[in-house]
């Protein structure tokens, strides 16, 4: 849908933008100069993402100084390196930047970029001589790891009581692990697996001393970011220019692109997550299901990255490296292990090392497939309820199968549209919904499966900027389930996950339970390679990509479901609650918007009028139900731990809070295998999963009090 919006503008920009470029020689095909290579995609770039971009904002003062902070934000996160003195000698530029841009000149990157490597440099040479002291972890000082709201360094000289803090509480962290590992040594048995693992991970953390760790990782970063070449540093730069209008918004290099469009093909292998870079870790944003290390089950959303080692080979430590080049020590042949040495986000800040080994696959489609349960729940009067649950990670669908005229391609709605058949047969009464983990995928399959639940109507509106609505409709008439429906999401439920989940809830055709609300991803997104743009100036040469918003999608009631995400109709208490996941903490991003509601017809009435009971019940069934106290109670831990914002570097002081959180969850791994154990053996998958099961209750609540309604109707 984005070309189809973009064809029409953009070849008057591209004409608009070079008919002053007559000095570039455009009547020969040799190889262009970088000079001009430069020259072309810097202007390129920031004329096409200011005039496609949704939000239509020019490049002006505005964007100027948006730009100006993202880079110093792009290239020093954590603001470790810049002191506000290094921000002032630059801030001259930061009104003109889009001047600049106009002119090609991206001469301010390359300027920043060398104050950047020189400050880094004057880093390790500081860390060289520190680590050589003796330190003391007897004093009462703290430290605060992440600075990414707090002011810079006003001078070198706060700069390096930073510098020194961070350098302390990168020893003192590897001296807990050490003493933590030897806690835990005397109770490894030989010949576990587990251990076997435990016993890596001490290999691992023995093998150098703390201070050859650390200057070991200086070193690598020093000559990474000394390798890079121009090119290298404009993308940053033009990432920069991009994220200054959205976080979905950016520029791939011409290499960045090619990993894109081997990601696109499934060629390259991996383990299956998303991944960022946060604090100067590599933070595990979600496990993509069907992947690797869904299968394997031991890597979780949350948990950070701090090395990777590839078989037989040794550790390479990712802390402070950026995502790309993790990514790349991840990615691999099909078959081959990696091993990923990680801090569990559950632990919390007190986490120590686990070794987690994966073995690199393609994502298999058949296990990311929509999934059916039934369960039968006996009531207090003794007659039996079956609810159907469905396990829907994604809106996939075959594009490639269906484009050659395969009939039989695979399609999320087509999967969903059987077990819903299979579940009447089997005696269904009522049905849930799971999306918590489906992160989106194809608009026409969100729409076909609204379509499995309603006659006809519209379901979702897309606007492009300066256009009008475009609604987009169910126009089947049949309707596969009639039956009450509950739809449970979370935080991460994004995207066509959340059209669906706003369209069951507009039409009050059921009842969306989950989080307080979904992630908040409501823009329609167009790649442009740039490439195909150059021959209207005779130029061929790799040059990259533009991921642009170019469009917002809204509910058929109005309102979009971008920042604020759709919310329930019942919360339920989760893990994934006190997390800051969604589109509202990503810098820059589209604001909520609304537009005229379409005209639709409200398919059941009573929901509003059965809620408040079905709330109730579900608050009292929470209070006393003993899986969902413990889980309730990791809630409350979670947010404990996410509260602390500063660290102490008092070595007896942090190892106490040590014991305390190993106490705790060594005491919540034994009630989980103790669960787990219980639901093998009554081979129950929602013992382990009490918001799926208490989901399943409101279903039957649904059910039982809908069917309540039906009796005075008819004596009416």
């Not at 020969?28 to 993402?49: F, H, W």
């Not at 050589?132 to 360094?153: C, G, H, I, M, N």
């Not at 207090?380 to 996939?396: A, C, H, N, Q, R």
Request: net charge positive.
């Amino acid at each position: 849908m984005g070309d189809r919006i973009l064809k029409k503008r953009f070849t008057f920009c591209l004409l608009a933008l070079f008919c002053a470029a007559a000095f570039i020689s455009i009547c020969t095909g040799a190889e262009v100069p970088e000079k001009d290579r430069i020259y072309i995609i810097t202007r390129l770039t920031g004329r096409l993402i200011s005039e496609q971009h949704y939000s239509q904002h020019p490049l002006n003062e505005v964007k100027s100084a948006m730009i100006f902070d993202e880079y110093f934000k792009m290239l020093d996160p954590n603001r470790m390196f810049f002191t506000e003195q290094d921000i002032q000698e630059f801030l001259p530029r930061r009104a003109n930047l889009h001047k600049e841009l106009a002119k090609g000149d991206s001469s301010f990157a390359y300027v920043v970029f060398e104050k950047f490597l020189k400050r880094f440099h004057e880093y390790c040479a500081f860390a060289e001589k520190e680590l050589q002291k003796k330190v003391d972890f007897s004093t009462d000082e703290t430290y605060t790891p992440d600075r990414r709201k707090l002011p810079r360094a006003a001078d070198d000289r706060e700069l390096h009581k930073l510098w020194q803090g961070r350098l302390k509480n990168d020893l003192l962290y590897h001296r807990l692990v050490k003493r933590a590992l030897d806690l835990d040594a005397a109770s490894l048995k030989a010949g576990d697996t587990k251990n076997k693992e435990e016993l890596a991970t001490r290999k691992l953390w023995e093998k150098r001393s703390p201070e050859e760790k650390i200057l070991r990782r200086l070193r690598d970063l020093q000559n990474f970011y000394r390798q890079r070449d121009k090119i290298d540093i404009l993308s940053g730069y033009l990432g920069a220019v991009a994220a200054a209008y959205g976080p979905h918004t950016g520029y791939l290099a011409p290499k960045q692109d090619e990993d894109f469009n081997i990601d696109m093909s499934l060629s390259l292998i991996g383990i299956g997550a998303t991944l960022t870079s946060e604090d100067g870790y590599i933070r595990v944003v979600n496990i993509v299901p069907g992947g690797p290390a869904d299968r394997d089950g031991r890597l979780h959303a949350e948990d950070r990255i701090i090395a990777v080692t590839q078989e037989k080979g040794e550790p390479v430590d990712v802390v402070d490296m950026s995502v790309d080049n993790a990514v790349k020590l991840i990615r691999g042949k099909e078959g081959t292990k990696v091993t990923l040495t990680i801090l569990p986000g559950k632990k919390g800040r007190n986490a120590v090392p686990e070794n987690i080994t994966i073995t690199r696959e393609k994502v298999v489609l058949k296990d990311s497939e929509a999934k059916g349960t039934v369960r039968e729940a006996i009531q207090p009067d003794g007659s039996k309820i079956k609810v159907g649950t469905i396990e829907l990670p994604s809106f996939y669908m075959d594009f490639t199968a269906m484009f050659r005229g395969d009939p039989n391609y695979k399609s999320c709605s087509r999967d969903v549209k059987k077990i819903l058949e299979d579940f009447r047969k089997q005696g269904v009464q009522t049905v849930v919904m799971d999306l918590r983990r489906n992160t989106g995928g194809s608009l026409p399959e969100a729409i076909m499966l609204t379509g499995l639940f309603i006659k006809t109507g519209p379901v979702v509106q897309v606007r492009a900027a300066n256009r009008d609505p475009e609604v987009e409709n169910d126009e089947d008439e049949s309707i596969v389930w009639t039956g009450p429906l509950v739809v449970l999401t979370s935080k991460l439920s994004a995207s066509a996950a959340e059209i669906f989940a706003a369209a069951i809830k507009d039409y009050r055709r059921g009842i969306l339970v989950g989080d307080s609300r979904t992630y908040g991803k409501g823009t329609v997104l167009s790649v442009i390679q740039l490439e195909k743009m150059l021959g209207f100036i005779n130029r061929k040469f790799p040059a990259g990509s533009v991921r642009l918003e170019t469009a917002m999608f809204f509910r058929i009631n109005g309102d979009s479901v971008q920042q604020l995400g759709v919310k329930p109709d019942i919360v339920l208490p989760s893990l994934t609650e006190p997390l800051e996941i969604g589109e509202m903490f990503s810098s820059n991003h589209l604001p909520w918007d609304s537009i005229p509601a379409q005209s639709y017809r409200i398919w059941d009435p009573d929901v509003d009028k059965l809620l408040p009971q079905i709330r109730q019940q579900s608050e009292n069934r929470i209070r006393k139900d003993a899986e969902y106290g413990k889980l309730i109670k990791r809630k409350n831990r979670l947010q404990d731990q996410i509260a602390v914002k500063a660290v102490s570097l008092n070595e007896e002081k942090r190892w106490q809070e040590y014991l305390a959180d190993r106490k705790v969850g060594l005491s919540e791994e034994k009630l989980q295998e103790e669960e787990m154990e219980n639901a093998l053996l009554s081979k129950k998958k929602t013992a382990q999963d009490p918001i799926l099961k208490e989901s399943e209750n409101i279903a039957i609540d649904y059910y039982t009090l809908k069917k309540s309604l039906t009796p005075k109707r008819k004596e009416k």
